[in-house]
């Protein structure tokens, strides 16, 4: 069984609103016996649903929202550090 944890920084623009942020994670992903691979989301130390699905905006509660390209970080960063002044794009 393969196991591999990383932190992940995702960045989100409401669609609704035009409010950006971001968030990390930390991602645990790997194969069972079987060869399938799971990944399984954390954000502020608790089981999170993924980031590519049901994210609501903060600031309006808006549902559209788009996900932004990834970054990757190394572990260990606060997920307080995660979280960047709100702004709006454009």
């Known amino acids: 069984m393969r196991r591999n944890r990383t932190q992940a920084t995702y960045t989100f623009m409401c669609l609704r609103c035009e409010m950006t942020w971001a968030w990390i994670y ?32 903060p600031y309006c ?9 990834l970054r990757t970080g190394v572990a ?3 997920a307080s550090e995660g979280v960047e002044a709100p702004g709006r794009h454009g």
Do not use: H, Q, T
């Open 61 to 69: 509660a808006g549902l559209r929202v788009k996900v932004l390209p």
């Open 76 to 78: 260990g960063i606060p």
């Open 26 to 57: 930390e991602v645990r992903e790997g194969r069972d016996r079987a060869g399938n691979e799971w990944r399984i989301f954390f954000r502020e130390g608790a089981a999170s649903a993924s980031p590519e699905f049901g994210v609501a905006c």
